[in-house]
């Protein structure tokens, strides 16, 4: 039996006007986490640009929005030119939130060169160029950045491999840049959720392995979308600035107990 989940009005518990005139620019808006925590950032009272490469589900994410404050470009974030010309047009940013990402679960003896590099290039290369891009925008502004990982990376994650490396990655760059960006006023966080339901999940695992992964999770539920998004933007209102390149794992403790729930 799952445990009871906060209701999404119950994780909302960030003041009205928490962002109110910042600039967020969220990566992969167009569904799931992305667009719970662009529309949750657009209530704060931010603007928000959303990316992902579907026109259309950033156009429903629109729709959702009902406000002008939101608006969407399609792109590749692994097209690297293009990503940065995109980010440089923005010019002065508040918030980045590095969401954009996924992968295929395979056993890693099954993962090829090409496989690896798609999903390496995807969840730590292409994040680490958006964030040198994005730099000059954040560092005229003070800006924050939120980058996406997964529960406790490098406890080893069967059938993840390729992603528990990327994703272990991007919680060292972002320690790495914490440090050096300080000068510049720049903060980043590493936000790692635990298995949250989104239609993108339920692509990637069958809903038995998702059910036998939430049944193992301490707390003995999944995280939902309106729990990380809260979290995102308490991380980009300044409220956490006393926190200063850290993992955090908002993942019902799932990083605690051995991942075996998976094959691979
Ligand atoms: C404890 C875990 C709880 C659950 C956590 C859930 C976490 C989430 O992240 S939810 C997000 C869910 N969404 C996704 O994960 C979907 C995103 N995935 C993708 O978009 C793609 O898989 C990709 C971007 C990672 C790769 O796409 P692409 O670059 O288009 O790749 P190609 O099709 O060109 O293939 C490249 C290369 O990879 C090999 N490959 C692809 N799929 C598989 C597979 N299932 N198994 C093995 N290998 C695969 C493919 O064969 C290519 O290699 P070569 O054959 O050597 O050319
Ligand atoms: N759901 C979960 O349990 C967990 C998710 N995560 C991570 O959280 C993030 C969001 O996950 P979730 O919402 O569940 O998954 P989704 O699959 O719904 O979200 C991934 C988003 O990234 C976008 N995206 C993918 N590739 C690219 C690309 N090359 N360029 C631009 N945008 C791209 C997708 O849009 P489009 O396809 O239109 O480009 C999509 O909107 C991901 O990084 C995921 O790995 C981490 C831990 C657990």
Redesign the pocket.
């Given at each position: 039996m799952i445990a009871p989940r906060p209701t999404a009005q119950e994780c909302k518990v960030l003041p009205a006007a928490a962002l109110r005139d910042r600039l967020a620019l969220v990566?992969?808006a167009?569904?799931?986490?992305?667009r719970a925590v662009a529309l949750r950032l657009l209530e704060l009272g931010a603007s928000v640009v959303g990316?992902?490469?579907?026109a259309q589900?950033l156009a429903e994410t629109a729709e959702l929005a009902k406000t002008s404050r939101f608006r969407y470009q399609a792109?590749?974030?692994?097209d690297r030119p293009a990503a940065a010309e995109f980010v440089a047009g923005l010019g002065g940013l508040d918030l980045l939130v590095n969401?954009?990402?996924?992968q295929f679960v395979a056993p890693a003896a099954e993962i090829s060169r090409r496989g690896f590099d798609a999903v390496t290039d995807?969840n730590l290369t292409a994040q680490a160029s958006l964030l040198l891009a994005a730099r000059p925008g954040l560092a005229a502004r003070g800006g924050r950045v939120v980058n996406?990982s997964?529960s406790a990376p490098d406890r080893g994650l069967p059938g993840h491999a390729h992603s528990a490396a990327a994703r272990a990655g991007i919680a060292a760059l972002t320690r790495s840049l914490a440090r050096r960006w300080r000068a510049e006023d720049i903060r980043l966080f590493c936000l790692a959720?635990?298995?949250?339901l989104?239609?993108?999940?339920g692509e990637e695992l069958p809903a038995g392995d998702l059910a036998r992964i939430v049944a193992r999770t301490p707390l003995g539920r999944d995280t939902t979308p309106g729990e990380v998004a809260e979290w995102v933007a308490a991380l980009g209102s300044g409220a956490a600035d006393a926190v200063s390149g850290a993992l955090i794992e908002v993942d019902g403790g799932a990083g605690l107990v051995a991942a075996a729930a998976l094959p691979g």
């Open positions: 990566t992969g167009g569904s799931g986490i992305g990316v992902g490469r579907r589900r792109l590749d974030l692994r969401n954009a990402g996924g995807l996406l997964l959720p635990g298995t949250v989104t239609a993108g999940a």
